[in-house]
């Protein structure tokens, strides 16, 4: 892809200066007055006290994605616990960090989510600097709300790092905008399986499908059939763009652009490798212009105006 990774930024291999004055516990003030790095943007910085755990999101690919909090706290983690969907790049800038594995991989048995929680709180007693990073944000379809309440119900300080999440950085990376002023007043978030791993048949799809012009699936792929039947039964027509967006975000990025009613034989025709996200809506067609890694790998764009709007779009 035309991004190529981000290198790290250069930050002290030692984190020793981030030590609280005060020594271990977990009553230590949040924040340290000033970064001991020059190289640092000037702000006031906070540290990762022993004892707590930060829920952090690494963002859906793309090292450089990664935010500045969550960068700051893979310098003074001591242990971090970390996803599937997490880069080994991002992994690598916490070499002093003991990385322990709690996701699903290659159909391997995972690790159930109530031992991940409780191995937070037991990493955390031990008085570690204890970083959960997880893909996209930790908040969206992650799990990241079960795992922080744990921490409440025993009493675990932590802090939240939100990322960027896969359904609307993965799709930016495709070039489609979630939101376009000529396309969509709204934007629903679907889940493709609810917890038992079956399409989500509790969701009101004829509601969704009439409230909101761009639906933006995760976890979709198993489930396609379904869902696109649902909406179009609900009445989207067949000829409404659809893109999925696999690997978004890294070298492997691959996008498959469908319709509502081609899109499962589309999938079967073509599989793509997961994670996939799945936006159902106009604002697919928009990548036609704004493939911009296709761009910059010296294409020309496929259509300057694929919403048909006739005139220049910086006009009202
Ligand atoms: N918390 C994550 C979502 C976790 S659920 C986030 O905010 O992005 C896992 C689903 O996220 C995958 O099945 C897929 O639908 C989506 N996903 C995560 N990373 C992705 C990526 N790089 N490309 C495409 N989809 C991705």
Redesign the pocket.
């Known amino acids: 892809m035309a991004a190529g990774p981000a290198s790290p930024p250069d930050l002290p291999a030692s984190l020793g200066a981030f030590s609280p004055a005060q020594g271990p516990g977990i009553e230590g003030p949040m924040t340290a007055s000033a970064h001991p790095d020059h190289n640092w943007p000037d702000h006031d910085w906070p540290v990762l006290q022993p004892g707590w755990v930060w829920l952090c999101?690494a963002g859906?690919?793309d090292p450089g994605l990664l935010t500045l909090h969550g960068l700051n706290a893979l310098r003074q983690a001591e242990v971090v616990v970390y996803d599937a969907?997490v880069s080994e790049e991002i992994l690598a800038w916490a070499p002093q960090a003991r990385l322990i594995y709690a996701g699903k991989r290659g159909g391997k048995p995972s690790p159930q989510q109530r031992d991940i929680s409780l191995s937070l709180i037991e990493q955390a007693r031990a008085g570690r600097r204890v970083l959960r990073l997880?893909?996209?944000?930790?908040?969206?379809?992650?799990r990241?709300g079960e795992e922080a309440q744990t921490l409440v119900q025993h009493g675990i300080p932590f802090r939240i790092v939100p990322?960027?999440?896969?359904?609307i950085?993965?799709l930016a990376y495709a070039g489609i905008p979630v939101t376009h002023r000529d396309v969509n007043q709204a934007v629903t978030f679907v889940?493709?399986h609810d917890a038992t791993g079956a399409a989500p048949t509790s969701l009101d799809w004829g509601a969704i499908a009439r409230g909101s012009q761009v639906i933006v699936?995760?976890?979709?792929?198993k489930h396609i059939a379904q869902i696109a039947g649902a909406l179009l039964d609900a009445g989207r027509p067949g000829d409404e763009p659809v893109a999925v967006?696999?690997?978004?975000?890294?070298p492997e990025?691959r996008v498959l652009e469908s319709t509502l009613a081609r899109i499962t034989a589309d999938l079967e025709a073509t599989p793509v490798p997961?994670?996939?996200?799945?936006c159902v809506g106009r604002a697919a067609l928009m990548r036609q212009a704004l493939d911009w890694q296709a761009l910059a790998a010296g294409a020309a764009p496929r259509n300057t105006d694929p919403l048909g709007r006739g005139r220049p779009a910086e006009s009202a």
């Open positions: 999101g859906p690919g969907l997880k893909g996209g944000d930790p908040f969206v379809f992650g990241g990322g960027i999440t896969a359904g950085g993965g889940t493709g699936i995760y976890m979709g792929i967006v696999a690997n978004a975000a890294t990025q997961p994670p996939a996200v799945i």
